[in-house]
């Protein structure tokens, strides 16, 4: 099974400052995808940033990057330059094909971080 | 279109009452999940459908019935709730995991709010 771990609870960041969110995972599968959903207080839950666990190159999205360290199994969210608008809780998710489910995903989250841009 | 459309966005009722959660994209995903998210919780995944047919239930309780009558559609019928199952949820989409040219992701809707009195 897999297990995803967001070790911060909660987070702050002045705006136009760099944060950095951390997230773990554990697995024994090869192929797989990480992903950072945001999920503002609208509750709608939105993809921020995605890589694939074969790509060693680290994806970018904008002012959103990840550090993707396959080996420690480290996939942590950089956000430079913080807007308002990125107050949200950040989840970190773990993806793979399902076993069980015949041609679906298996998606599974951390516990969130909710992050604060303050003025 | 790239979005997941759920409906209706609130909803409250009784614990006798019977009604329906709607979620619909037109992105020719051929998978649908519906999850259930309480407050500052992660999403909790409920079920799974599949080329339309359920290939996942997460030992949901019965009061809880999904039903996909095409691919672009996925309902949840709700009946005899308790308060506890008062929460979020949240439908999503993917592109089959057996097609090489869809983008692994899953897609969310807005969700649907629900509170049992």
């Known amino acids: 099974a897999q297990t995803v771990t967001q070790s911060q609870p909660e987070m702050s960041v002045q705006e136009a400052e760099t944060v950095t969110l951390s997230c773990t995972y554990d697995?024994?599968?090869?192929?797989?995808?990480l992903f950072w959903y945001k999920q503002p207080p609208s509750r709608q839950m939105i993809l921020v940033i995605r890589?694939?666990?074969?790509?060693?190159q680290n994806a970018t999205e904008n002012r959103f990057s990840v550090n993707f360290q396959k080996a420690a199994k480290s996939f942590s969210l950089k956000i430079s330059d913080s807007q308002l608008g990125d107050t949200a809780m950040y989840f970190c998710?773990?993806?793979?094909?399902?076993?069980?489910?015949?041609?679906?995903?298996?998606?599974?989250f951390g516990k969130g971080t909710k992050l604060s841009v303050i003025p | 279109d790239t979005e997941v459309t759920q409906t209706p966005k609130h909803l409250v009722m009784g614990m006798t009452n019977k009604k329906s959660l709607k979620c619909e994209q037109h992105?020719?995903?051929?998978?649908m999940y519906w999850y259930k998210q309480k407050a500052k919780k992660p999403p909790e995944l409920m079920f799974v459908?599949?080329?339309?047919?359920?290939?996942i239930n997460e030992s949901v309780p019965s009061r809880f019935s999904p039903e996909c009558p095409n691919s672009s559609l996925l309902n949840l019928h709700l009946h005899a709730l308790q308060p506890e199952d008062s929460a979020l949820y949240l439908c999503?989409?993917?592109?089959?995991?057996?097609?090489?040219?869809?983008?692994?992701?899953?897609?969310f809707g807005a969700g649907s709010r629900l509170t049992v009195l």
């Open positions: 999503a989409s993917s592109p089959s995991a057996t097609d090489s040219s869809g983008a692994n992701v899953l897609t």
């Open positions: 697995t024994s599968e090869n192929n797989y995808y």
């Open positions: 890589q694939e666990a074969y790509k060693q």
């Open positions: 998710a773990f993806m793979k094909q399902s076993h069980s489910g015949a041609g679906s995903y298996q998606l599974t």
């Open positions: 992105m020719g995903h051929r998978a």
């Open positions: 459908y599949s080329y339309e047919k359920l290939s």
